[in-house]
């Protein structure tokens, strides 16, 4: 489910950064980071697409390794 729902954002962008990470990491990761990536997951498209190109700066409650694992990998394939 958590999959399916980072693959249907409602903008490709977010289809394909977000659904892809989650195809990589998901696997791997330990329930906490689960949770803070269901919480990544339900935000809005634009909010985070704001925090991942750096135009924003990511919100104090959702300062966490999971968002930095996911702006961290972005960083990475955009270079």
């Known amino acids: 489910m958590l999959l399916w729902r980072a693959t249907h954002r409602g903008t490709k962008e977010m289809d394909l950064m977000l659904g892809s990470f989650v195809r990589e990491n998901v696997g791997s990761m330990q329930p906490t980071e689960l949770s803070e990536l269901e919480a990544l997951v339900a935000l809005p498209d634009p909010q985070l697409l704001a925090w991942i190109t750096g135009e924003e700066a990511v919100g ?13 990998a972005y960083r990475v394939r955009s270079r």
């Open 60 to 72: 104090v409650a959702h300062r966490n390794a999971t968002t930095e694992r996911l702006l961290a």
